[in-house]
């Protein structure tokens, strides 16, 4: 990593596409990091959809590809979508496919991506009705007996107990605890058993390592959110400590929690109204200068808000981040470093990527109360030239829809911005219940890698309200039909 500003280099491109060593000497080959998502594809141990949908980003020229959570404890998992770290002689077989199916064996050359898998476990946030991992009767562990606070009203009362029906259990004996940091423990050594490049603990969005505050993570928060939560000073201290020991190589920024998920709006400052500024790089602006750089100390990616190529160099020569971690929109388009951000045959006022999730706003009012929530419109510029739109397909549609309800990447207008984030800050300000509100946008996304495990292409033009049809009703719940069934049956679809 170079230490002044002036030594980058003046092409945007070039910047994104230069190395990063870290302190163990490994090196990234561009800064441009898949961040970690929920696959949307059901939990367990890795099989053959998780594969198809790794092999599509394993393709698209990131440096770094992060898995979704890998929950270390089973009966404690967030969701029925979380992969789940096993004591059994499957586990590190099928992780070493998925981990194939991303590099495979006749190809490590000096541009495959670090690939690191996500440990984490849900805490007191670990659902027993969601993720059906236990008996409802059975609560999550956590440093307190608590449920977590979906916000004020009937509805987030009812929800709250509906998803937590008791509430959680404190840990209090030591020996537990030390047996939940073996299972950390046990999995990381089965993943480099299983050929990965590393692990990531989850110490971020209110799971058990960050409801101990713990500094061991490599993905921290730099803020909760939420009163009495982590805040940025407390953050920033937890950071410089756990880089004085020299012990970690990589450090994701993110904040929120489940009662205030901040990790899910898609490009708001919660600082700065700008949409071109990423969420968190007010934090990370300040604190890199003060710690040393790769190779000497810990890469930091940075991730939220960050599609698009200039403000990526922006936030690399400002010293914001030396990572770009980039979730969402890889779920729709999974080679988007080559085919955009990286592709000198696009210019960088059409190198980025925005898209509105068709009648999103309407699922989030009906489900999120949103309908008693005033409105207040974002002040918008007229164009004064056709909008040009890019279909995520490798054909473009020769008559897109307009542009409030187009669901198409805009290849032209730099002040695009999605809905979503007017109904994130919406309910940032109180209104509805804001796990629900940020959970419309995270479920879409979540279908689009489902797709993708399935073989089918991301569709960007998937209404909110079929999608909750044909994927969540169809292809979840009812497995897709009796022909799935008996796939499954026969041990052929997983």
Known sequence: ???????????????????????????????????????????????????KLYSRWGKGGWGVILTGNVQVDASQSGTPF???????????PRFHELHESIIPPHYAGPDAPLTLVQLNHAGMQSSPTFSMCRAPWIPSVAPVSARPDLGSGPVAWAMARTLWPVPSRAVTDLAEWLDIAGRFVDAAACMEEAGWGGVQLHSAHGYLLAQYL??????????????????????????????????????EISGGTYTNPMFTASSMSPQNPSPRQSLFAHFTAALLPTLPAPPYGPAIMLTGGLHDRALIASSLRNKACHLAGIGRPAAVVPDLPRRVLLNRELDGSKARIAYDIPHAEAARRLLNAQIFAPRTPRPSKPSTRPRRWASHTSSCPSNPSSPSTASFISLDDPECTCAENEAIERASNGSGVKLVGAGIGTTWHE????????????????????????????????????????????????
């Open 82 to 92: 979380d992969l789940r770290f096993n004591d059994d002689p499957h586990t590190v």
């Open 214 to 251: 713990s500094p061991l993570a490599l993905k921290i928060n730099c803020s909760d959110f939420i009163a009495g939560g982590l805040d940025e000073n407390t953050s920033a201290e937890i950071i410089r400590e756990i880089v004085s020991w020299r012990l970690v190589d990589l450090l």
């Open 1 to 51: 990593m170079r230490d002044s500003v002036d030594d980058f280099p003046d092409d945007d491109i070039d910047l994104l596409s230069s190395p990063v060593t870290l302190p163990n000497g490994v090196t990234i080959p561009n800064r441009l990091a898949k961040a970690a998502m929920e696959e949307g594809i059901p939990g367990g141990l890795p099989g053959r959809r998780h594969r």
């Open 447 to 494: 279908w689009q890698m489902a797709r993708m495990g399935r073989g089918e292409e991301p569709d960007l033009e998937l209404d909110w309200f079929r999608g909750l049809a044909t994927e969540t009703l169809w292809q979840t719940i009812c497995a897709g039909g009796p022909v799935n069934w008996l796939k499954r049956w026969w041990g052929k679809d997983w």
